[in-house]
């Protein structure tokens, strides 16, 4: 065989060698996948409202069509009693007792929730406001998911208890002779950890 045929074919046998090589190389040295570590992030989640007296959740304690008050900071800062009320419940989603009257008498609306330390409270302490409860009443104009104002009742213990209320601006909200209105949706949020 002469020489030339001999270098061609050690050339292509070593141009084969290489090219499987590369080949190789690349299938299998794959770049190496660091795991990352997922550290849960704090979340705002809808806490649903319970009845009355919700024992260990968070939830509403009353619903009530309130007397309008021209200072609602002092007026909501403590516990209300239905026996004031126009209008009472103390459980979602059902009719109230008593009659709302009618024009010029104003109301407000007024809620009574509490939170547990499980969902409103970490190591520094109680949150200092939810501010994250809302109500929809289109017979009164009142839009889907519109925030309601928070007073704080009182914080401490496993509990911490809050008036959510709306008044129109401060001009309290009035209804005609015979006029019915519904209150379609309560929300509340409170801030949880979601793991």
Known sequence: MDTHK???ILFGFMLTVFVTALFVASNVMQP??????YEPMREIVLVPLGDGNPGDNSGLF????YPHQ???GTAYASNLSNATAYEFSDYGNQSCTGE???APTTFDIVLKVGITDEDGKNTTGWQDSFNWCHITCADLSIGADTNMSEQVIGTGGT???YHYYMNNGGSGY???ENEDFNI??????VRRIVS
């Open 100 to 102: 709302t009257p009618y």
């Open 70 to 72: 021209a200072d609602p």
């Open 32 to 37: 190496v996948v660091e795991n990352q570590i």
């Open 174 to 176: 009035t209804i005609e």
């Open 6 to 8: 001999k270098i061609g």
């Open 184 to 189: 379609t949706s309560t929300k509340l949020y």
């Open 159 to 161: 509990y911490a208890y």
């Open 62 to 65: 009353y619903f009530m069509i």
